[in-house]
């Protein structure tokens, strides 16, 4: 049960860097535009989520 390969640890990193760079990305996004980013998150959610046909109502 030695270390993983290096190529294993590259792949992690790599993810982790890719992670990193998309949370940046998003937070200097809702510093810029707050309220196009919130409308945008909104719009998305009444599209994909679970009371998307009720448009949130039961």
């Known amino acids: 049960m030695g270390l ?3 190529g ?3 792949k992690r ?3 982790l860097l ?3 760079v998309h949370v940046v990305v998003g937070k200097v996004l809702l510093i810029l535009f707050p309220d196009r980013v919130k409308r945008n998150i909104l719009a998305m959610g ?3 989520g679970p009371l998307a ?3 949130g109502h039961d």
């Open 8 to 10: 294993l640890w590259l």
């Open 4 to 6: 993983p390969q290096p």
């Open 18 to 20: 890719e992670v990193a």
């Open 53 to 55: 046909a009720t448009r």
């Open 46 to 48: 009444e599209k994909t």
């Open 13 to 15: 990193l790599w993810v």
